[in-house]
């Protein structure tokens, strides 16, 4: 695609993009109520009305690592690039950039369109004309897809975040050397269907016990029907499990657990090794790191806040949990599990909105999918509560969750001042290298 002269992959960073990102409030807070959080430890009090004898006073305890992971921030300022850079063309995203409903609203309103998925037909790609501009989201897009795109003629923005570059890479590599591509993924997930179709064998595998299956097999053999039955939907076309897994390598879906993908990979070397011996494994295994931090870290910052209730610090506790993204981002969904679990009051929300400040509740969503409204949510009083977000959730959406919960505690509440600089901002770009990718 790079050869057609009609195929943009890096950002440009200019600063009138930066502007209206931070207008639109959908990158890094640089001074409004989170960038202040984060230059003062990741915490805020926030005091209650003025003369109460009781106040309620809010003290808020932001994760150590939430929200926007640098591919995804990286995606929206590219899409908001590509309206500058092309005005007046027909500006089209293929899906949604991320997963998040505020980014994606404020594209539209920028006369972005997005491609229908039609169910069970697939994208609808009619609308697409010679000389329109097409924005692959951060997770990437299929082969298929791409090439149809530079059929079309188009220009295509591909904002793919390096690291799931990096994994098709390595699925390609796998692909080349004859070998089968074990997927750590959801097969029905964007970015692992666009994984897939680099590979010519693959199996996906949501979690270690499907991979256990999978090692069953190579062991033990066994039935080939079954096989293809229990992975329906989640195998490449005409697969053989007793021909097509004598040589494999291992991938995963970025957003999948990194303890989980490392379990995984242990796993299926052991299988190999044991199945093949030491000698002959690198002709039976392939490996390459491509697992990225960043859903890894922000579950690990939920995980120390219920950690630190065992513990005897009060100033590390909290009361309740807010939780932060899109109702259809995996990732989050675990961010709400981990306290949901244990019984912590938790409340995952997709934007402010679902805070009725008047009427004191919350409408909120549990990690398995039901929505629930919890009328008194917020107790009167001293409050600690704890603040997470999503991958894919841009720093004003915790702004204005919290600005709901202020004016709920204080109805004289009236905002947050913003910092009179700029601060230091989110996470720190590390573009790959092109050998890395
Ligand atoms: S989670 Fe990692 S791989 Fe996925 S978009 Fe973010 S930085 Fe890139």
């Not at 430890?41 to 808020?60: E, L, Y």
């Not at 995980?303 to 065992?310: I, P, Q, V």
């Not at 009051?345 to 999918?369: C, L, N, Q, Y």
């Amino acid at each position: 695609m790079n050869k057609t002269g009609r195929y943009t992959r890096q950002p440009s960073n200019d600063e009138t993009s930066q502007a209206a990102m931070d207008r639109d409030g959908v990158g890094y807070s640089l001074r409004g109520l989170v960038a202040q959080m984060r230059s003062s430890g990741n915490r805020w009090v926030q005091p209650g009305p003025a003369g109460d004898t009781d106040p309620n006073v809010t003290t808020v305890r932001l994760a150590e690592s939430y929200g926007f992971c640098w591919g995804v921030e990286r995606a929206v300022r590219m899409a908001y690039e590509a309206r500058l850079a092309y005005p007046g063309r027909k500006i089209w995203i293929t899906n949604e950039i991320i997963h998040n409903p505020t980014v994606n609203n404020r594209l539209i309103d920028m006369g972005v369109g997005f491609i229908d998925d039609v169910a069970g037909k697939g994208k609808d790609f009619t609308v697409v004309g010679e000389g329109d501009v097409v924005v692959l989201p951060a997770f990437g897009a299929s082969v298929e897809e791409m090439l149809l795109l530079t059929d079309k003629q188009v220009q295509i923005v591909d904002t793919t975040c390096p690291w799931v570059a990096k994994v098709w890479n390595a699925v390609d590599n796998q692909t080349r050397k004859d070998h089968t591509s074990i997927i750590h993924g959801k097969w029905a997930h964007e970015e692992t269907v666009a994984t897939t179709s680099f590979a010519s064998k693959y199996v996906v595998v949501k979690d270690l016990a499907e991979a256990q299956y999978v090692c069953d097999f190579i062991l033990n053999g066994g039935d080939a029907e079954a096989f293809r039955a229990k992975f329906v939907n989640a195998l490449s076309e005409g697969f053989d499990p007793e021909a097509d897994l004598v040589r494999i390598g291992l991938a995963n879906q970025t957003t999948m657990l990194k303890g989980e993908t490392q379990a995984i990979g242990k796993l299926l070397e052991r299988t190999m090794m044991e199945r093949y011996g030491p000698a002959d494994l690198k002709d039976h295994y392939m490996v390459v790191d491509t697992i990225c931090d960043a859903t890894q870290e922000r579950q690990d910052a939920v995980y120390d806040m219920m950690a630190d209730l065992e513990g005897t610090d009060e100033s590390k506790k909290v009361d309740l949990v807010l939780v932060v993204g899109g109702f259809n981002s995996s990732n989050t969904s675990h961010l709400q599990e981990i306290p949901e679990v244990r019984n912590v009051p938790s409340f995952w929300i997709d934007t402010a909105d679902r805070i009725d400040v008047a009427g004191g509740k919350i409408e909120h969503r549990m990690f398995k999918g039901d929505m629930v409204t919890t009328e008194n949510w917020l107790p009167a009083g001293p409050l600690r509560i704890g603040v997470t977000s999503g991958a894919s959730t841009p720093d004003r959406a915790i702004e204005d969750a919290l600005d709901a919960v202020f004016r709920t505690r204080d109805p004289s509440f009236t905002g947050i001042k913003l910092a009179e600089e700029d601060l230091a901002g989110g996470e720190e770009y590390h573009e790959l290298d092109a050998s890395e990718v």
